[in-house]
């Protein structure tokens, strides 16, 4: 999820969509020809969640389901 976050997946992924369907369509094409534009390209938000938390979280659950897990087996005795 972090890697999905952090490699813009999603930006770039509107990004070429915006791109392919202005490029299919041709009155847009000519147009932007007619008036000089230029595609602009999206702003990239560099700012990445921290993994620490996650890691965290994720550490005490499995702590948490590993003593659980051991109550269970041996609270049956």
């Given at each position: ?6 490699g813009n997946f999603f ?27 230029q595609v602009e390209l ?13 890691i965290i979280n994720g ?19």
């Amino acid at each position: 999820m972090l890697i999905i976050i952090r490699g813009n997946f999603f930006s770039a992924f509107i990004y070429s969509c915006k791109r392919f369907f202005r490029s299919i369509n041709k009155k847009e094409q000519i147009i932007q020809e007619t008036e000089g534009r230029q595609v602009e390209l999206p702003s990239v938000n560099r700012q990445i969640p921290s993994p620490k938390p996650w890691i965290i979280n994720g550490f005490s659950f499995c702590i948490l389901s590993l003593l659980l897990s051991l109550l269970m087996v041996y609270s049956g005795r």
